[in-house]
């Protein structure tokens, strides 16, 4: 029966064969098994974390999709569907998946087009459409397809077969293409999933490169500027993912803080991946700031560009709606830094969003996103002192 119903998807799956629409509006929001666990993984952990996210304030926050990454497979029976390892999940992903919903939640899992994942698990490819059914039998909400194991395939017909196996399966699945942007997804992805990565992975470190051989993690900056005009592809439905937070994996305060700042500029989904079981007051303050994160999760949906660079001090700017802005001054460099910024000099023009940003002709009311407070208006110079590698973030409105 089940080998039925597999070939009647795939014989209809030219005439319905499309994304899941009307999906991650704003840039999803969740957690992520990797960063802290990687194959370390089990359903206790995960029931944990799933208490955890609802009792700090994150579910009240925005963050709702719990995603189990790489590492929780077990194999594929006699028919060629796959299970999850016995002895991580005994009770088995749909129990799991229940239980992150009973809070509330979205459940999200892993995979990769190539026989195996980039920790050498079982992968999907021959066996999309049996995976997808699988995950819908789950109630999987979120996938995210990685890019292991996959010399001789062709990214946008790898993608798209999942996507259509996710379609065909009839269960909403909001779909990650975690590709690294070796195939320009921006270019291609819209009709396909709802985020794509732009990079590769990244490291827990302000501006670094991590060298494993034949691939590099990356740090918060290098990521930041590994690709350039791309922010006109991104918008609501479909976002350019510049990979998971390092907020709280060793950074100082002022570091994570900018990474935080800069995320939510960027327009790009807040996926956090330390351990919220033992996370810091001072770093759950900084993932649930809601004022930061509603810059993040504005429904007009623009990516924040780079207005100028001054003595080391870059100047973010993002349109929002209402004709509001969000500006992020960030100080780069490792030493202390003055703002002295004249709004009445400085008129930003977004071609793109087609918005325009001059004090000269309108008043703005300023709100320091940190501070949570309001510190006057752009008639006035904007007068402040940044740390190293720390933000000023600030809201404007009439």
Request: with cysteine; net charge neutral.
């Amino acid at each position: 029966m089940k080998n039925i119903l597999l070939f009647t998807m795939i014989c209809t799956i030219s005439l319905y064969a499309q994304k899941f629409e009307k999906l991650a509006l704003t840039p999803p929001m969740g957690w992520n098994t990797w960063n802290t666990f990687a194959s370390d993984i089990n359903e206790t952990k995960i029931r944990e974390i799933a208490d955890v996210m609802v009792s700090n304030g994150m579910k009240e926050a925005g963050y709702k999709y719990l995603i189990i990454d790489d590492c929780w497979q077990g194999g594929r029976d006699s028919l060629g569907f796959i299970y999850p390892d016995a002895l991580k999940f005994p009770s088995g992903m749909k129990a799991l998946a229940d239980y992150i919903h009973s809070k509330g939640l979205k459940f999200g899992i892993y995979s990769d087009p190539g026989n195996k994942t980039c920790a050498g698990y079982t992968g999907s490819r021959g066996h999309e459409y049996q995976d997808a059914l699988t995950y819908a039998k789950w109630g999987v909400d979120y996938l995210k397809y990685d890019w292991c194991d996959t010399d001789s395939l062709n990214a946008f017909g790898a993608y798209s077969t999942m996507r259509d196996a996710l379609f065909a399966a009839k269960r909403p699945v909001v779909f990650n293409l975690c590709e690294w942007g070796n195939h320009q997804p921006w270019l291609w992805g819209k009709n396909v999933g709802h985020l794509w990565r732009i990079s590769g992975d990244i490291a827990p470190c302000f501006d670094c490169e991590v060298s494993h051989g034949t691939y590099s993690d990356y740090g918060i900056m290098r990521v930041v500027g590994m690709r350039s005009g791309i922010r006109n592809y991104a918008g609501p439905g479909h976002w350019n993912d510049f990979d998971m937070m390092e907020v709280g994996k060793g950074m100082t305060q002022n570091e994570d803080r900018a990474h935080f700042s800069l995320w939510c500029m960027l327009a790009t989904p807040l996926t956090t991946g330390n351990d919220l079981r033992k996370m810091s007051e001072e770093t759950k303050n900084i993932i649930t700031n809601k004022e930061a994160i509603a810059v993040n999760q504005d429904s007009l949906g623009i990516e924040a560009f780079l207005y100028n660079t001054k003595d080391s001090v870059e100047v973010w700017a993002k349109p929002l709606m209402n004709n509001e802005w969000a500006i992020c001054f960030l100080n780069r460099s490792a030493k202390l830094k003055r703002i002295d910024f004249d709004w009445a000099k400085n008129i930003i023009i977004d071609d793109f969003a087609k918005r325009e940003l001059n004090a000269s002709k309108d008043i703005y009311n300023i709100r320091d996103l940190w501070a949570k407070k309001n510190v006057g208006k752009t008639t006035d110079i904007l007068k402040s002192e940044l740390a190293p590698h720390n933000v000023l973030m600030i809201r404007l409105n009439k």
